[in-house]
């Protein structure tokens, strides 16, 4: 069955700490793998998007990893700030003869606190 | 550029009642899609379409309809809404990669 199964549920931190946020999938076959942030009361927001021979990318404080062996996934969030409230979602898409199909983790609510 | 807007923000329906949830995009996209998100669950795919005059299933079709006879505009139909249709529903649209969601339109159902 394909998956996504994040963790934790939800993460409470103090401004200006890090935070790692864990996604594990089980979704085949793998295509590219998305971080969204989701802010309340609005649409996802794209981060990061990661195909299957990247490691690691980054976009200003955040940062993703991707094992394709372990099919694990993290997000990582430097100096964290107020504005980075919000949830944060792992998709992994999969990708059969051209008609991508989407797998949608339920997200890490990611609370910060001044 | 406004990306994706959809209407309304909020809707209260009595069940057996019908709507459409509106989503417009001026990105050009030929990719367009409706999702449902439940409270504590991932997005779940209704109907997507690949382009004007082109729609198909996703995972979660039942009870509901669309159709896409423009490149910008890709509307959702409640027939008979019932209380299992209570939801935050979100139209997205893409080009290649990258998928662009709108704000959501919050629908609860009584």
């Known amino acids: 069955k394909n998956q996504v199964e994040q963790s934790p549920q939800s993460l409470i931190i103090l401004e200006g700490k890090n935070c790692t946020l864990q996604?594990?999938?089980?979704?085949?076959?793998?295509?590219?793998l998305r971080w969204y942030k989701q802010d309340t009361g609005r649409g996802p927001v794209s981060l990061t998007i990661?195909?299957?021979?990247?490691n690691t990318k980054s976009n200003g404080r955040y940062t993703a990893t991707l094992d394709a062996d372990t099919k694990q996934s993290s997000l990582h969030i430097t100096a964290s700030q107020l504005s980075d409230s919000a949830s944060y979602i792992c998709?992994?898409?999969?990708?059969?003869?051209?008609?991508?199909?989407?797998?949608f983790g339920t997200g890490t609510r990611l609370t910060i606190i001044p | 550029n406004a990306g994706v807007t959809q209407t309304p923000k909020f809707r209260i329906l009595k069940i057996g009642q019908s709507m459409t949830l509106q989503c417009t995009q001026d990105?050009?996209?030929?990719?367009m899609y409706w999702y449902r998100q439940d409270p504590g669950m991932g997005l779940k795919l209704i109907y997507y379409s690949v382009g004007a005059g082109i729609t198909d299933k996703g995972e979660v079709p039942n009870g509901y309809n669309v159709s896409r006879s423009t490149t910008e505009d890709f509307p959702l139909r409640l027939e008979l809404a019932a209380p299992s249709q209570t939801s935050v529903y979100f139209c997205a649209s893409s080009w290649v990669d990258e998928q662009y969601f709108g704000p959501g339109t919050r629908l609860t159902v009584t």
């Open positions: 990661m195909t299957f021979s990247e």
């Open positions: 998709v992994v898409i999969r990708s059969n003869f051209g008609n991508e199909k989407l797998t």
């Open positions: 990105m050009n996209h030929n990719y």
């Open positions: 996604c594990n999938y089980t979704v085949s076959p793998f295509s590219n």
